[in-house]
């Protein structure tokens, strides 16, 4: 028995101490412990990471620094391989980049768009490398040409060329659909409409990858003429880039200045004469060349890690010295054949590696500390610092996360403190400058309020051992309602475009007027264009809930449903402004109008009545409802209704569910204010429910008569287990249902295969035990399109 599977309890008999006595839980019920531990632990990080990534990739405005970013990936990574059971097709580890913002029309990628997995220091390099030889089978020290990159920080995009053409601009979106941006990336100069060079050397169809970028000058000289505008200068090069491509109006993103380098192939097809396959990365950034694409001029192949040390050791000490932002060095094998035999894993190819550079360190006065309250009600205290400038973005405010967070550091307001950054975004605090603590400043430590600022509400752990403080206010608190309301036009839920930070704000925390429209999302179905023309508002951190501010301090005021112009005297209305001037005409009055934001926010909630019913369950904020869960039971229940008539039993019994999720429906249902929103929404003519489903009875009598399944995989059960290439887990889930077969999550006697990609764990080594086949991706396709037929041998591959 280990130390953590014993607990100690003091023994008193006839009052004479007894000495300590060990008491064992037992093994089961402490493994019980650290399993339920770490989905809690789980749950928060993927939340974390996925504000994050959301916050970054569709906002172009992010509220985390790279390196907690990055603390709270491989946390999570080492989670999952402690716990493989938490692995979901949902998991930031799984997954790519973020989603697709809205405004553009999807694009779908010829071949998936992966991202890069990152090292932090050269021992992680080192072990990266040595991996890399063993999975070529070569010798430790043998020969291998890496080719090394700067890590350009602007926005990745795909660019499709079919005969020497331009056909399609994508953004990476989720790797497999972006956005189509082809009219503004067609403003980009370095980017040619048509390749140049000898046409005999154009593939007939080819995806350019690479990084569309603002140079640190022309970022300057964009600021600079803001300021001289009366304007506030943008915070940053990288997210003004992405802001940019992402422009309605062309013209826009034409004005900017962005450039492009190429760092990558994606699809690539020959079809003219004799022109062989490239051999090498480095031999595609020649011809990408030839063709007046334009590529990095910092980038070198190198022989070894030696050479990859001198280049990383290069950029560290001149990263202020080139075109553009950098936050580390992309190091890629350069042939191609063995990036081939590499491969790649669900988000990241195997054969390069990110190597990032330390944050970036700077010196401010931490102002004030102020408390800020977020979707679920979690208090968080962040910083308010004199204004400075970290890695090319000027800082005012950075969170703290907890008041442990704030003592563990040690600072008080009044403190010079030290900030560190990776990247572009809100660094972090990292403690007081200790030979700055006696410069004469008046200090005070900071007190965590015993109370909501928001609603007044006493502060309270919510949890035994939470060190998060939260507003256990969730039906009224303006803070949590705004979260909630901006999480149900999110895309994974209702998917309300106009619906989203500001507008929530808006609704729920108005400047003016002084009783907001929206007390809970209750209302939401109701709003007119009386509740939203009056409304100002200033603009809030999603994550704190903290006013955000200009560089001068001053919050950001938005009036987001009204538009004004000024009414001139009869028959003056089109008078050149210049003569109105001159004759001295003066308006007569203002007229307030509902802006296209208002109209558009009321048609969008309109189509959002009857949407697909999983996307209302997520809208209703159930906790770990997300979309998987609510594809399920939207599919076997087909209504509300008849998800709360079901027993804990019927919901945890749905493949999907299970009995977490069950209980916290069941909770869900049983709260007052819960079942009011339930009504409002109804009355409103919300519909929840799936026209034309037969009901769960249905369901369940259609799997009780096993009726004859057909395709290639009929009466076979098939597991599938870790990672895979082009599977997401429903994705393969999915394919072996739609093929005839029965997707099973355990292995047994009874199960006919299983397909076990990247990290498959314990499944395939109960696999084996049984002497059930094992496939590996490629079997898995052979089987789902031939059948048992397709796969005669059973197939053995180490997973």
Known sequence: ??????????????????????????????????????????????????????????????????????????????????????????SPTQTVGGVAATGFAPAEHVERMLSLDNVFSTGELGDWAAKVHRDLGLAEGARLDYLCEVKIDGLAIALLYRDGVLERAATRGDGRTGEDVTANARTIETIPQRLGGDPATHPHLIEIRGEVFLGIEDFAALNEQLVAAGHAPYANPRNTAAGSLRQKDPKVTASRNLRMYAHGVGALQWTRGEHTELARQSDAYALFEQWGVPVSPHNRVVDGLDGVHAMIEHYGEHRHSIEHELDGIVVKVDTLAEQRRLGATSRAPRWAIAYKYPPEEVNTRLLDIRIGVGRTGRATPYAVMEPVKVAGSTVRQATLHNKDVVAAKGVRIGDVVVLRKAGDVIPEILGPVAALANDGHPRRDFVMPAECPECGTPLRAMKEGDVDLRCPNAESCPAQVRGRVEHIGSRGGLDVEALGEVTAAALTQPQVPANPPLRTEAGLF?????????????????????????????????????????????????????????????????????SAQATKLLDELELARTKDLWRQLVALNIRHVGPVAARALADWFGSLDAIRAASREELAAVDGVGPVIADELLAWFEVPWHQEILDAWRAAGVRFATPGHPGPEAMAAKAAEGAEPQGPLAGLTVVVTGSLVDFTRDGAKEAVIAAGGRSAGSVSKKTDYVVAGEKAGSKAAKAEELGVPILDEDGFKALLEGGPAAVPLPVTTEP
Do not use: C
Request: glycine content about 4%; hydrophobic content about 35%.
């Open 1 to 90: 028995m280990t130390e953590r599977n014993a607990k100690t309890q003091s023994v008193v008999l006839e009052d004479a101490p007894i000495d300590t006595v060990p008491v064992d839980r037992g093994e089961a019920a402490t493994a019980a412990d650290d399993q339920i531990a770490a989905q809690r632990r789980w749950a928060e990080l993927a939340e974390h990471i996925e504000a994050a990534r959301e916050a970054y990739y569709t906002r172009d405005a992010p509220e985390v620094s790279d390196a907690e970013y990055d603390v709270w990936m491989r946390e999570l990574t080492a989670l999952e391989a402690e716990f493989p059971s938490l692995v979901t097709p949902e």
């Open 526 to 594: 109701s709003l007119t264009l009386d509740d939203l023309v009056p409304i100002e508002v200033v603009v809030r951190d999603p994550e704190t809930g903290a006013p955000k501010v200009d560089d001068d301090g001053v919050a950001r005021v938005r009036r987001p449903f009204q538009k004004t112009s000024k009414v001139y005297p009869p028959g003056t209305e089109d008078m050149d402004p210049a003569e109105r001037r001159r004759a001295g005409i003066r308006k007569d009055h203002e007229l307030v109008e509902p």
